[in-house]
């Protein structure tokens, strides 16, 4: 199972058969031999939930940033006021 995987990340064009090994081109869609789907449909699922993880941090970032520069306003305000 993880060597196919390992076949798929190193030789771009070629797709393996996770299940009996046999060798596709990148657009085979089933496995000849035992009819397995060779399309990643998970991995484009699992995306999903990452770009609005990702899309959370951004924003919490952004926040984190804005109030960080107003809290150096402040300090500058307060030191300049002495
Ligand atoms: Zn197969």
Known sequence: M?????????????KVCPVCGLEY????????KCETVLIDKPKSEAKVP??????????????LF?????????ILGWMMAR
């Not at 993880?2 to 070629?14: F, G, L, R, W």
């Not at 804005?66 to 402040?74: C, P, Q, T, V």
């Open 25 to 32: 081109s990148e657009k085979a869609e089933f496995c000849k």
């Open 50 to 63: 990452t770009d609005y993880k990702r899309l959370f941090l951004m924003v919490l970032y952004t926040f």
């Open 2 to 14: 993880n060597m196919a995987e390992n076949n798929m990340t190193e030789e771009k064009n070629i």
């Open 66 to 74: 804005i109030g960080f520069i107003m809290a150096l306003y402040y």
